[in-house]
């Protein structure tokens, strides 16, 4: 299993970002695919998923901000971050839903930074 973040920077609050997740190793249209953040001195947390059928859940201080996607043609699962505010600094992971609890199947993990 790979996954490899990209998409992150530093933008100002009320600002947009597009995070990308590249899969590989592993039949990806066949799982669940999720984002997990994690802000300096906190413990990660579950942001989204999407299952293989496309339905999506968001954890509630993100909803109708960010929005999951996937696209299995390419391999890919995105999350776009609207709206962003300071607090929503964080590495951002993205994972197979079934390794949710297995931190060394994670993706690398890419930097979101909110300040102005």
């Known amino acids: 299993v790979q996954l490899v973040e990209s998409g992150g920077g530093m933008v100002q609050p009320g600002g947009s970002l597009r995070l990308s997740c590249a899969a590989s190793g592993f039949t990806f249209s066949n799982y669940d695919m999720s984002w997990v953040r994690q802000a300096p001195g906190k413990r990660p947390e579950w942001v989204s998923s999407?299952?293989?059928?496309?339905?999506?859940t968001y954890v509630e201080f993100v909803k109708g901000r960010f929005t999951i996607s996937r696209d299995n043609a390419k391999n890919m699962v995105y999350l776009q971050l609207n709206s962003l505010k300071p607090e929503d600094t964080a590495l951002y992971y993205c994972a197979r839903s079934i390794d949710l609890g297995v931190r060394s199947s994670w993706g690398q993990g890419i930097q979101v930074t909110v300040s102005s």
């Open positions: 999407i299952n293989t059928g496309g339905f999506t």
